[in-house]
């Protein structure tokens, strides 16, 4: 009976460094099933993960098409294996007004952020293994309030947020944890993507996270079985003060610093 680690946006940034942390933790061996758009990248992360004493299997795939989710089950069911860990760390945003920013691109942005991982979740669930099984969501500190000019990738992780908590919930009884992880900006190739048409804020800049310390802490919290993990303290205070204070506060807040950033 092989355990199985599956791990989504294996190619870069917070997914591939998840499949590292985890092979380096883990007290079992594991087979990391690595699921990405760019074959190279993962061929160069399964090199890293065999060296540390693990299995692993790469998956070329783009998560936006249907065929992916098909030969996933057929994988799992051929041999009943069991599920370890499940990480859903591929995602995308794009930053500009929603008026300004394509239909595509942002039907797309929540075929990915939501559909496409709620689709593991279900499909996953029944191969967990009970009372040991973990599930990673990556959501985003974007979660916590609405965000003008992030508008549907907000709106996307605050699915991911309120739609993990609840299955956590939901799975008490099978003993398997679903965590989701809020860290702010982090210094990965997201930006690369989300800044094609408008850059990120000054602030945003200014409060990015190391990748690696935003993981340890994800993997800590997952372990400990918290329903959420949020990395730093300024992040930890919006989380705070986002159940707190108004929403149209909140915007006259991000008015103001943007207006000070332009001057």
């Known amino acids: 009976m092989k355990y199985i680690a599956i791990i989504t946006g294996a190619s870069s940034g917070m997914g591939r460094e998840m499949a ?3 092979a ?4 079992v061996e594991l087979e990391f099933w690595l699921i990405a758009r760019r074959k190279n990248r993962i061929e ?4 890293k993960i065999t060296q540390l004493g693990h299995q692993a299997v790469c998956i070329e795939a783009d998560l936006l098409y249907d065929d992916i989710f098909s030969e996933l089950e ?7 294996h069991r599920v370890l860990y499940l990480v859903n760390a591929s995602g995308f945003g794009k930053i500009g007004k929603f008026e300004q920013l394509s239909m595509e691109e942002q039907t797309d942005m929540l075929e990915l952020n939501v ?3 709620m689709k593991l979740c279900r499909l996953v669930i029944p191969y967990m293994v009970k009372n040991h099984g973990k599930i990673i969501n990556f959501a985003s500190a974007a979660a916590f309030v609405p965000q003008p000019e992030f508008t549907v990738y907000a709106a996307s992780k605050s699915f991911v947020l309120s739609f993990s908590r609840a299955l956590n919930e939901e799975l008490t009884d099978k003993g398997i944890t679903v965590t989701a992880i809020c860290p702010g900006p982090v210094k990965t190739e997201f930006f690369d993507i989300a800044e094609e048409k408008s850059q990120a804020k000054l602030y945003k800049k200014m409060l990015m996270a190391n990748p690696k310390r935003v993981v340890k802490k994800a993997i800590r919290d997952a372990f400990t079985g918290k329903d959420i993990s949020v990395y730093g303290l300024s992040m930890k205070l919006l989380y705070v003060f986002s159940g707190i204070l108004p929403t ?3 915007f006259s807040v991000i008015r103001k610093i943007n207006h000070t950033g332009k001057q």
Do not use: G, P, T
């Open 248 to 250: 149209e506060f909140v």
């Open 115 to 117: 559909v496409a991982l």
């Open 24 to 27: 380096k933790l883990s007290k």
């Open 74 to 80: 057929s994988r799992l069911d051929k041999n009943r």
């Open 44 to 47: 160069e992360l399964h090199d």
């Open 20 to 22: 590292i942390q985890l």
